[in-house]
């Protein structure tokens, strides 16, 4: 019996150990349930991360459907453009019927030309007419010269004591004065006096009186200064020679019409020294202005004024005032950094255009609505580097107010997140008063 007692106590103490060893499993059984619970609540916690991932998705969803809406209005604007375009082709039709209008002006000035080609044609004629008659005129005088000095005899006369007669029709009054008529003396070797009213002082020159006298058949000197080269042409200077009686050359270049306008070429004439008429419809009337027509004034050699008020700088450029210059029938800049497309845009660059005052366009679809705002689209507005407001206004609530629907994003969220909040505008309640909610929990907005 006491062997069985012994038999039963080793398996009690057995047993003793199984149960110890059962509670340990058990005991290791409720640490793995507690890592299952922690599992449990972290996959918890990815199923909440997914469900915010579905809600991101939603919101890309609506702005691509936003962005469709752009696309729309950019295409309701290219329409706008191709009729600008239209607008453009019928200014260039009408700029082309000017130019046909300027090429029969053009015609009409060559018809000029021809006109005054013909006008010196005919003073041509003239000239060889004159020439003509000169040479008669020698022709006369050689004649005339014949007749008053024949040969002399050989014998001598006395018919006094003072006057000796070497031929019938020569007589010395003295040894330095023979006379070979009544009027005819000669005074000296080098004077000879032909005729009452000419004197030959050498044989180059002679006197057809007082004042005139002729250095060559084709020469007279009416005084010291002024010589005819023809019936013509005489000079009153070395540098001065009248071709009539209201030109005169004062060089080779340069001829005078009046006492105040000159001639430098056939087509070039100066009415003073800084006036001057380069063709029939070109007339400098001051150093720096030229009018090229009755319509058109030069004021120096690269601006033309097509009116009191227009001046073009060149072909494509005119100022309509000292600070207002058009490029183009439709652009026109007010200083060197700021044109105007029309009457309400204006560009300062490029690529920005100001609207207003206070909007300006980097492009067609960014606008500036103040140094702090800027507009990126119809519909979103960044008012600084890390803020960007998504907005828009319906102007259906009453009385005239306007709420504005805006997405703020707040960058201080961790991992780079941002928290998107609601923020309806009234602007009835004040300038620094913004409602966060449908509820209308009012505060300032930071």
Do not use: K
């Amino acid at each position: 019996m006491f062997a069985v007692s012994v038999r039963l106590f080793a398996v009690s103490v057995r047993m003793f150990a199984v149960s110890v060893s059962m509670f340990s499993v058990s005991v290791r059984m409720f640490a793995v349930s507690v890592r299952m619970f922690a599992v449990s609540v972290r996959m918890f916690a990815v199923s909440l991360r997914m469900f915010a991932v579905s809600v991101r998705m939603f919101a890309v969803s609506v702005r691509m459907f936003a962005v469709s809406v752009r696309m729309f209005a950019v295409s309701v604007r290219m329409f706008a453009v191709s009729v600008r375009m239209f607008a453009v082709s019928v200014r260039m039709f009408a700029v082309s019927v000017r130019m046909f209008a300027v090429s029969v002006r053009m015609f009409a000035v060559s018809v000029r030309m021809f006109a005054v080609s013909v006008r010196m044609f005919a003073v041509s004629v003239r000239m060889f007419a004159v020439s003509v008659r000169m040479f008669a005129v020698s022709v006369r005088i050689f004649a005339v010269s014949v007749r008053i000095f024949p040969e002399a005899s050989e014998d001598v006369r006395c018919v006094s004591e003072d006057v000796r007669c070497v031929s019938e029709d020569v007589c010395c009054v003295s040894e330095d004065v023979c006379c070979v008529s009544e009027d005819v003396c000669c005074v000296s070797e080098d004077v000879r006096c032909v005729s009452e009213d000419v004197r030959c002082v050498s044989e180059d020159v002679r006197c057809v009186s007082e004042d005139v006298c002729c250095v060559s058949e084709d020469v007279c000197c009416v005084s010291e200064h002024v010589c005819c080269v023809s019936e013509d042409v005489c000079c009153v200077s070395e540098d001065v020679c009248c071709v009539s009686e209201d030109v005169c050359c004062v060089s080779e270049d340069v001829c005078c019409v009046s006492e105040d306008v000159c001639c430098v070429s056939e087509d070039v004439c100066c009415v003073s020294e800084d006036v001057c008429c380069v063709s029939e419809d070109v007339r400098c009337v001051s150093e720096d202005v030229c009018c090229v027509s009755e319509d058109v004034r030069c004021v120096s050699e690269d601006v033309c004024c097509v009116s009191e008020d227009v001046c073009c700088v060149s072909e494509h450029v005119c100022c309509v005032s000292e600070d207002v210059c058009c490029v183009s029938e439709d652009v026109c800049c007010v200083s060197e950094d700021v044109c105007c497309v029309s009457e309400d845009v204006c560009c300062v660059s490029e690529d920005v255009c100001c609207v207003s005052e206070d909007v300006c366009c980097v492009s067609e679809d960014v606008c500036c609505v103040s140094e702090d705002v800027r507009c990126v689209s119809e519909d979103v507005c960044c008012v600084s580097e890390d803020v960007r407001c998504a907005m828009r206004i319906f102007p259906e609530v009453s009385e005239g107010g306007y709420f504005m629907r805006s997405v703020r994003i707040f960058p201080e969220v961790s991992e780079g997140g941002y928290s998107l909040r609601p923020v309806r505008i009234f602007p009835e309640v004040s300038e620094d008063v913004r409602c966060v909610s449908d509820a209308m929990q009012c505060g300032i907005v930071y």
